[in-house]
């Protein structure tokens, strides 16, 4: 069974760090490149961080860049999402997603989300 579990979230005064953490069972974590994605309320997801699966690249949103780091440690099947200075509008439910593509096909997993606010 594929779990992909989040935790970490809370709130946080602006300025303040964060490190969000997700938790991957069921399937090979160390093949799948994933994905940190947040979503605000009224607003449409967005991609916030991205790891390949061996941990080489990252990719981040410009929103984020030089404030939040992505790692990842496949012996242990989990990702990170390490955040600092950060504003109200991080403000989010944040998801993890694992992703192998292997033409033709993409395999996609999904996490239920954590919630954290920054706030004063």
């Known amino acids: 069974q594929v779990q992909l579990v989040e935790s970490g979230g809370g709130l946080v005064q602006p300025g303040g760090s964060l490190r969000l953490s997700c938790a991957a069972s069921?399937?090979?974590?160390?093949?799948?490149?994933m994905t940190w994605y947040r979503q605000a309320p009224g607003k449409e997801r967005e991609l916030v961080a991205s790891?390949?699966?061996?941990?080489?690249?990252?990719n981040y949103a410009d929103s984020v860049k030089g404030r939040f780091t992505i790692s990842r440690d496949n012996a242990k099947n989990m990702v990170y999402l390490q955040m600092n200075s950060l504003k109200p509008e991080d403000t989010a439910v944040y998801f993890c997603?694992?992703?192998?593509?292997?033409?033709?096909?993409?395999?996609?997993?999904w996490g239920q989300g954590t919630q954290f606010t920054v706030s004063s």
């Open positions: 997603k694992a992703n192998r593509y292997t033409p033709p096909n993409s395999y996609d997993y």
């Open positions: 069921g399937f090979t974590f160390s093949v799948y490149a």
């Open positions: 790891i390949s699966s061996g941990g080489v690249k990252t």
